[in-house]
């Protein structure tokens, strides 16, 4: 009798150990999948951030931007939103639109010339009071912020409407106020109707020592409504200036 109860003892040590254990061997096994469910999901998040930085979104050559360290480019340029002539209220300015298939193609960074303070009316018939006050006026109206500093790019795109058959005003505080000599300067508008202008002339006049590159005029409707058309002309454009 007391042999049986000592096999049964150490029977019953015996099985308490192996179950211990094997509950330990369960746990471990369990902690692995769940490390292995984090490392599973580790990677996946390292991809997704590496693949967001700009060495890893490696591009064919054929789609980048031309800008290179040597020949930075910058594209300037005013517009409005609201009420527009012939399209409505616009949530985009056409200019806006223009300026970024400008901005795309060659890879340049943009800089757009807001008012400082914004006392232009969001209503078509308001606004065209207001600029021609100020155009009467050879008024100076003051934008917001400081442009890029301008030493650091060799070829500024200068866009805006055509207000009153000329830049708006606002422009020629932009022209004052910053020293453009030296550069090569691109003038681009949206109109309805008068073209580029004479922006290519009065930027001549504004800086005489850059050199006035072709320039570009399109109509504010075909902007807003008929992007593959500008799109592509605004490619051809730049094509044929080298980008
Ligand atoms: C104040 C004002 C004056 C304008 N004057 C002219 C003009 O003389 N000739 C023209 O073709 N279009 C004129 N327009 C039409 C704008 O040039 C055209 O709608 C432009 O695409 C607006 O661009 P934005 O949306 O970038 O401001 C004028 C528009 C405004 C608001």
Redesign the pocket.
């Known amino acids: 009798m007391k042999k049986i109860f000592v096999f049964c003892a150490i029977l019953l040590v015996l099985l308490t150990v192996a179950g211990l254990t094997g509950c330990g061997a369960g746990k471990q096994q369990q902690n692995q999948n769940n490390a292995e469910t984090e490392n599973a999901s580790a990677p996946a998040d390292t991809a997704a951030s590496a693949a967001s930085t700009p060495e890893e979104t490696a591009q064919p050559a054929s789609q980048e931007p031309s800008q290179t360290a040597d020949s930075k480019t910058l594209v300037l340029?005013?517009?409005?939103?609201g009420e527009?002539?012939?399209?409505g209220v616009?949530e985009?300015?056409?200019?806006?639109?223009?300026a970024e298939m400008i901005a795309e193609k060659t890879g340049a960074d943009t800089f757009e010339i807001l008012p400082a303070d914004d006392h232009y009316p969001m209503t078509?018939k308001e606004?065209?009071?207001?600029?021609?006050r100020e155009q009467n006026e050879n008024a100076r109206p003051a934008y917001a912020g400081t442009l890029p500093e301008l030493s650091q790019y060799d070829t500024i795109f200068i866009?805006?409407?055509?207000?009153?058959?000329?830049w708006?005003m606002i422009l020629y505080t932009v022209f004052e106020n910053n020293d453009f000599s030296g550069k090569k300067l691109v003038p681009f508008?949206?109109?309805?109707?008068?073209?580029l202008?004479g922006f290519d002339k009065k930027l001549a006049a504004a800086c005489p020592d850059c050199e006035i590159l072709e320039g570009l005029a399109?109509?504010?409707?075909d902007?807003?409504n008929k992007q593959d058309d500008v799109r592509a002309a605004v490619n051809d454009w730049l094509t044929g200036l080298g980008y």
Do not use: C, M
Not at 77 to 81: E, G
Not at 92 to 98: H, L, P, Q, W
Not at 159 to 166: E, K, L, R, S, T
Not at 218 to 221: D, E, I, K, S, Y
């Open positions: 340029y005013f517009s409005r939103t527009q002539y012939t399209v616009i985009k300015g056409n200019t806006a639109i223009v078509y606004l065209t009071d207001v600029a021609k866009g805006a409407p055509v207000w009153w058959g000329d708006p508008s949206t109109h309805e109707g008068s073209g202008s399109v109509r504010g409707n902007a807003q």
